[in-house]
């Protein structure tokens, strides 16, 4: 299992990095996993496709 968030490139550091503005659901170590996505709930809808939370134990 991976520990994923949410980040948000803004145009000058997409630019630097080249690649687009947008949010990127990125690794603990920075590395961009999906993206760019339009805003922050898209993206953090796929981490959870990509990562879905543990399942409760009854």
Known sequence: MQNLSPRHVK???ALR???LSGWYS???S???VSGPHD???DCLHRINEI???PKKRK
């Open 17 to 19: 990095l080249g690649v």
């Open 30 to 32: 920075g590395t961009f």
């Open 11 to 13: 145009t000058e550091e």
């Open 51 to 53: 990562n879905p939370p």
């Open 39 to 41: 805003s922050e709930s």
């Open 26 to 28: 990125t690794k603990v």
